[in-house]
């Protein structure tokens, strides 16, 4: 009887294995599809054309080689040598700056409703690209205006640049279809069913993908990772191809070395660095903590680091090369048909792609493209913020069934967070995108990351963890970065966000109410205070004076040596020889 009682009881506090993965390969590809994303394709090629082309690439380049490579390089290494989550990680090496995680998922949570609603659009515009006729290519449809311009019946002459009051028929089928804009953010009006349910469509795909942690993640990332590079590879050899391709390449890369003495241009490439290398969230320490101990993380991070760049630079020939054809269609300088962000995805590109032959193949390849760089990118976020909750909870976490119970109520609750994101207008959307996900957010996160692994873990004891998990010596520049150049710069750019701040507008027309200002800031604020907050909180409740706390929250975990690592790593492959 009592041997029944004791099994039982065994059986009630058994929990999962954390895991690994299974392969080198599925690591690279779930960074990848999670670096690799949205921001690669329709923001740095417009942003490097709007800011001096060529000359863009130096900003971007220093932001790259003194803050995005070290901090990719360092959250990746605290990730694969602790083997945990981002808040049981900060909880070993730094308890002070717990607050870092905090932030990090906070702000990994409300991009998890942003990028979602994105992901429905992008899907909505792959379900209306195989109409027979594409409902933006013509002014013939039920929610069009008499402003609005048909190019596939007008010639080559028409004065588009003239016409004030005219709109394309991309436009009104995004503003006036999709979107359905209302007067203002006070006006929230019904929900667009259309939108519901493809966002219902993404949350349960996205919850398939890693329902089952890295089991599944690792599994799905082969096709979502791989699959859009096909797809860019084949819009840029048809971009390429169109006539007027060339203009459009040499307004996207003609230098102008003038704008490198514009503050403006310093600070929108170190925003683009900070999001496209998806640092000081935590996403990387995850991805990272899957790892076996010993792999060659060094070699991998600057690999991963060059697959980014070198994506972003080639998406903007695959892009101005499509907006060529379109200004040369038009006749009208290209300046006049980029756009940025949501305006070049659903407005610019879907116009151009609705004046070439065959329209719906080239739709259907761009928002597949679309679709799948921000879908790894969304269940990678995802992914962070349930292992990183499971792991700072394990013995409730990891039993049987309550990962998939616990990553059910998630989805639901993001769900119906996004209701009000999604009915006519989007305001509130870009509320959240402009400030709960604002760069500025990350960029005082990489400051304190930066201060605390630098200097009170010890950047000479982060180069040491590096040789013994990969037995390479890292490149002594990277201390120096750690110590000195990646929180003064991240500093600095933090600064100067705040000097040049400027109040959302919504198409450059409608200003938010006072309250919707302060609901921003709110939201801005709601993941900065927790680094300053949490660290005062322990500070306060802790034992011992003011000096001892801060000397005890100063101090890493006991486990977290080289040689203990090392120990653990040993005795894990002995049970799997087992």
């Not at 409740?541 to 203990?564: I, V, Y």
């Amino acid at each position: 009887m009592s041997d029944k009682k004791y099994t039982r009881k065994h059986k009630q506090v058994k929990v999962e294995e954390r895991g690994h993965w299974a392969s080198k390969v599925e690591f690279l590809l779930a960074v990848a599809g999670n670096v690799v994303g949205l921001g690669n394709v329709w923001r740095f090629p417009y942003l490097c054309y709007k800011n001096g082309g060529g000359a863009f690439l130096v900003p971007y380049l220093v932001f790259v080689v003194t803050c995005g490579v070290p901090l990719f390089l360092l959250e990746t290494t605290i990730g694969q040598f602790t083997q945990e989550g981002s808040i049981t990680c900060w909880r070993k090496l730094c308890p002070l700056a717990e607050g870092i995680s905090y932030g990090g998922l906070l702000i990994l949570s409300y991009s998890c409703m942003t990028y979602s609603i994105i992901l429905s659009w992008s899907l909505l515009y792959l379900v209306f690209s195989f109409s027979s006729q594409l409902p933006w290519a013509s002014c013939n449809n039920y929610w069009n205006t008499d402003d609005c311009i048909d190019f596939s019946t007008q010639n080559k002459t028409f004065d588009w640049t003239n016409q004030t009051n005219t709109t394309t028929a991309a436009t009104e089928f995004w503003e006036l279809r999709v979107l359905a804009i209302s007067g203002g953010i006070e006006e929230i009006g019904s929900i667009r069913w259309e939108v519901m349910l493809c966002l219902i469509a993404v949350w349960i795909i996205c919850y398939f993908c890693i329902w089952k942690g890295v089991r599944s993640t690792g599994k799905v990332v082969y096709f979502t990772a791989t699959f859009p590079y096909v797809m860019l590879v084949i819009l840029l050899i048809r971009g390429l191809s169109l006539p007027g391709a060339s203009q459009g390449v040499l307004f996207y890369l003609l230098p102008e070395p003038s704008r490198l003495t514009d503050p403006q241009v310093w600070m929108e490439a170190g925003a683009q660095v900070f999001f496209s290398y998806s640092i000081g969230v935590g996403s990387l320490i995850v991805l990272g903590s899957y790892n076996n101990y010993n792999n060659n993380c060094y070699k991998d991070c600057l690999w991963l680091c060059l697959l980014n760049s070198g994506t972003s630079v080639v998406a903007g020939f695959a892009v101005f090369s499509v907006l060529g054809f379109m200004a040369h269609k038009q006749g009208v300088p290209i300046e006049y048909v980029a756009e940025s962000g949501p305006g070049l995805a659903f407005i610019a590109y879907p116009q151009a792609v609705a004046m070439m032959p065959f329209p719906q193949l080239w739709s259907v390849c761009f928002f597949v493209m679309l679709f799948l760089l921000g879908l790894d990118t969304q269940f990678v976020m995802m992914e962070v913020v349930m292992t990183s909750i499971i792991d700072t909870f394990p013995m409730v976490m990891r039993r049987a069934g309550r990962r998939e119970r616990f990553l059910l109520l998630f989805c639901i609750m993001c769900f119906f967070s996004q209701l009000v994101m999604i009915s006519e207008g989007c305001f509130v959307f870009q509320l959240f995108d402009y400030y709960a996900c604002n760069g500025a957010c990350i960029l005082f996160l990489c400051v304190f990351e930066a201060l605390a692994l630098g200097w009170i873990f010890g950047a000479e004891r982060l180069y040491g963890i590096i040789k013994d998990m990969t037995g390479v010596n890292a490149n002594p520049f990277f201390k120096i970065c750690w110590l000195f150049l990646t929180p003064l710069v991240s500093l600095g750019s933090f600064i100067c966000s705040l000097v040049e701040y400027e109040p959302l507008t919504f198409n450059h027309w409608y200003m938010y109410p006072t309250w919707a200002y302060v609901l921003g800031w709110v939201l801005a604020l709601s993941s900065i205070l927790l680094v300053p907050g949490w660290a005062l909180y322990k500070l306060g409740t802790g034992t011992g004076n003011l000096s001892q706390r801060f000397h005890h929250l100063c101090q890493s975990d006991p486990d977290c040596s080289p040689t203990q690592k090392r120990e653990t790593e040993l005795q894990r492959i002995r049970e799997e020889d087992l």
